[in-house]
């Protein structure tokens, strides 16, 4: 039987970023004697990593902390205090995914192009390959391209996919799905929303309809409100979470397209400056391109 792997392409996924942090740091410790700036050098890379000035000063002080606690210092023992002090920034005891025998509905939601509809069709499948029940609520009516996109992913997943017709108000395909969900043998419902900005008013109200009734129709409200961010646009991601935070209640982040970026070092903004949850990363553009986000492999992973 196939072992199913829930960390599968995670290092894979994060070599741009560790190529690009690896090159800058050998430039600061290829001399035999360590430099006496070699500490504002490191806060340099951090900064041009991806890493906010914010977090990147943190990390900076934890880090002079730490090695002045060490009578020699050379290269590796940096590096291993490095890891140390990024490491506990961002292990942070989020709970997991509540998946207490009852029925768990995600809402999925970000701006255009972010991954949304991709990442439903990964989730869906990662989720059924842990044997669950799972249900797919096309809620992107805005374009028939959008539904029939989602409908590809349902049957590649054999999952089941419920849409509407393009422009139907998509609080109503959330809502046919929510009672499915409720009625029938299913465990997860994913529901696939429009790309938005979170200054479009009208567009943030019609988020807030579709959880509203989902919550009336399955009778349970969305556990997880996760928001879709491309990784290849930096800072702006971060950014662009924080205005989505105002507006409605988001309980975490799925980050996409890191295969193909070297700007991992948002990762760590988003969860000591934002304090979310990253739950999966996106590694690729096929099925089995997701995995699960751990904060111990990803340090690992990039310095
Ligand atoms: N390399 C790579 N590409 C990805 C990943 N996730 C999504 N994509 C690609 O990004 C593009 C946009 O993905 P969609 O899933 O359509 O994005 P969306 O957020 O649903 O877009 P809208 O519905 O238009 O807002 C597609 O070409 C996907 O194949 C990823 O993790 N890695
Ligand atoms: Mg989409």
Known sequence: MKIFDKFKNFSQALKKT???????????????????????KIEEVLITS??????????IEDLRKTVAKEK???PDKIQSALKKVVKDKISKDFPPIDFNNKKTIFLIVGVNGAGKTTTVGKLANFYKNEGRNVLIAACDTFRAAGTEQMEIWGEKTGIPV?????????????????????????????????????????????????????????????????????????????????????????????????????????????????????????????????SEFSSEMFVDNIF
Do not use: W
């Open 72 to 74: 020699e210092l050379n």
């Open 50 to 59: 991806d890493i906010s000035f914010e977090a990147s000063s943190e990390i």
């Open 162 to 290: 419920v849409v509407g017709k393009e422009n139907q108000d998509p609080a109503s395909v959330a809502h046919d799905a929510s009672i499915m969900l409720k009625e029938k043998d299913f465990d997860v419902l994913l529901v696939d929303t429009a790309g938005r900005l979170h200054n479009k008013k009208h567009l943030m109200d019609e988020l807030a309809k579709i959880k509203r009734t989902i919550s009336k129709a399955a009778g349970i409200p969305p556990q997880e409100t996760i928001i879709v961010i491309d990784a290849s646009l930096g800072q702006n991601s971060i950014a662009q979470i924080e205005q989505f935070k105002k507006l409605i209640d988001v309980s975490g982040i799925i980050i996409t397209k890191l295969d193909g970026s070297a700007k991992g070092g948002i990762i760590i903004d988003a969860i000591s400056k934002l304090d979310l949850p990253v739950r999966f990363i996106g590694t690729g553009e096929t099925i089995d391109d997701i």
């Open 18 to 40: 560790k190529n690009s942090i690896s090159e800058k740091f050998n430039t600061i410790f290829s001399s035999s004697k360590l430099d006496d700036n070699y500490i504002e």
